[in-house]
């Protein structure tokens, strides 16, 4: 195999899964403005938007979890792994790859983090149009920012590649 051959096809692999995760990000995002633009929503609504928030949030996460996996070469582990995932994508890595979590993005994604987490544990719960409400302007704030970092690292792997290949 010629040199490189290894980073490229992770690079590749890279390209293609996170294009797909960035575009689902986009999908649920809209659906969330769109419900957003006509609140307050119906009771089905507001589970809808509950359901959208943690698919957002999961596809995200799996989305950094690649990025971690193939770029760093390194993904967190423990207990704390999810928020220590947001933290090590803050971090810009000179000659590797630009951060790619905004730093005025952290609160908010804590919240959503926070969020998945009951979202996932509540089994019989009557969602609070007003707490969904809340988090879906958070998702709605972050979106772009993050998608900007994200959009800056497929730039970059896609630049790395062509250097690799010659």
């Not at 996170?18 to 419900?35: G, I, K, N, Q, T």
């Not at 609160?107 to 509540?122: Q, S």
């Not at 998702?139 to 630049?159: N, S, T, V």
Request: charged share 25%; glycine share 6%.
């Amino acid at each position: 195999m010629p040199p490189g051959t290894d980073a490229r096809v992770r690079l590749a692999r890279l390209d293609a899964e996170l294009s797909h995760d960035v575009d689902s990000l986009d999908r649920l995002a809209a659906e969330l403005a769109e419900l957003h633009a006509r609140w307050p929503p119906s009771r089905a609504e507001v589970v809808m938007a509950a359901t959208w928030l943690h698919a957002w949030y999961t596809g995200l996460e799996t989305g950094l979890e690649r990025i971690a996996r193939l770029v760093d070469e390194t993904v967190p582990g423990g207990a704390s792994w999810h928020a220590e995932l947001v933290a090590q994508l803050r971090v810009d890595v000179p000659g590797v790859r630009p951060a790619v979590i905004p730093a005025d993005a952290a609160v908010d994604l804590t919240e959503l983090r926070k969020f998945r987490h009951f979202f996932r544990n509540a089994y019989l719960v009557d969602f609070d149009p007003v707490r969904i409400q809340a988090m879906v302007s958070r998702l709605l704030r972050c979106h772009g920012p993050i998608r900007e970092g994200l959009d800056a690292l497929l730039i970059h792997a896609r630049a790395v590649a062509v250097t690799l290949a010659g």
